[in-house]
């Protein structure tokens, strides 16, 4: 199946930096690539998504670019704070496989 | 966003002993559903996959005859851990979608603990 990889694995900024979280696929036929956000002790929840027909997508300081011919995609989040503090996962998946694969999580740290 | 609803939250058993964990879509129609595994600090592992009214499709190394994952219906899927011990301790957590480009909405999770 799909292979997502993720780093860095942690992450520290000081707050008020940016930070960006990179991830790359196998699959080429993957389409859709959302981005979670898990607090501690909270399920994930979608941040911000993607589909293979666009290169970038912002929302408000969260953007996430795709290069597909590269097989990657980040995450960038500017003028981070406190609450931005988390652990983010990529994921990937593709038309006609319904398995949703996630990297291996980035631990973000905005320091105060 | 739509509800994925996962129960129970935490669960003690001994082991030998067979553990049901489900996960119901509260508001949308669940196409898939997925069952993950997440150990402390490291990523959601992803067990297997079902669509509504067919067999699960497990991941290499997740052996099928101990969780079994059921999804009879477009609201729900269980998955039991039959004959638990220790090394299946865990939080397992499902998450459910209507199509394959939308989000994936994830349930509470469940910490089971064998003893």
């Known amino acids: 199946g799909e292979n997502v990889e993720q780093h860095p694995s942690t992450l520290s900024v000081q707050e008020g930096d940016s930070a960006v979280i990179k991830c790359t696929y196998s699959?080429?036929?993957?389409?859709?690539f959302p981005w979670y956000k898990q607090e501690l002790g909270k399920r994930p929840q979608l941040i911000i998504d993607?589909?293979?027909?666009?290169g970038e997508k912002k929302d408000q300081r969260i953007a996430v670019t795709l290069n597909k011919t590269a097989k990657h995609f980040s995450l960038h989040i500017t003028e981070t704070q406190p609450e931005d503090s988390a652990v983010y996962f990529c994921?990937?998946?593709?038309?006609?496989?319904?398995?949703?694969?996630f990297g291996t999580g980035t631990r973000l740290t905005v320091i105060p | 966003g739509a509800v994925v609803s996962q129960h129970p939250s935490w669960v003690i058993c001994k082991s030998g002993t067979s553990v049901k964990i489900e996960c119901r879509s509260l508001?949308?129609?669940?196409?898939?559903m997925f069952w993950y595994r997440q150990f402390p600090k490291q990523s959601l592992m992803l067990m297997a996959t079902?669509?509504?009214?067919?067999?699960?499709?497990?991941e290499q190394g997740v052996e099928k005859d101990k969780f079994l994952i059921n999804h009879a219906s477009l609201t729900l899927s269980t998955l039991t851990v039959t004959s638990a011990h220790p090394e299946d301790s865990s939080f397992y957590i499902c998450?459910?979608?209507?199509?394959?480009?939308?989000?994936?909405?994830f349930g509470q999770g469940t910490r089971l603990t064998v003893v």
């Open positions: 079902s669509n509504e009214g067919s067999k699960a499709t497990y």
């Open positions: 994921a990937a998946s593709g038309t006609g496989a319904n398995n949703l694969f």
């Open positions: 508001d949308f129609q669940a196409t898939t």
């Open positions: 993607i589909r293979s027909n666009v």
């Open positions: 699959d080429s036929a993957s389409n859709y």
């Open positions: 998450s459910a979608r209507d199509s394959w480009d939308t989000e994936a909405f």
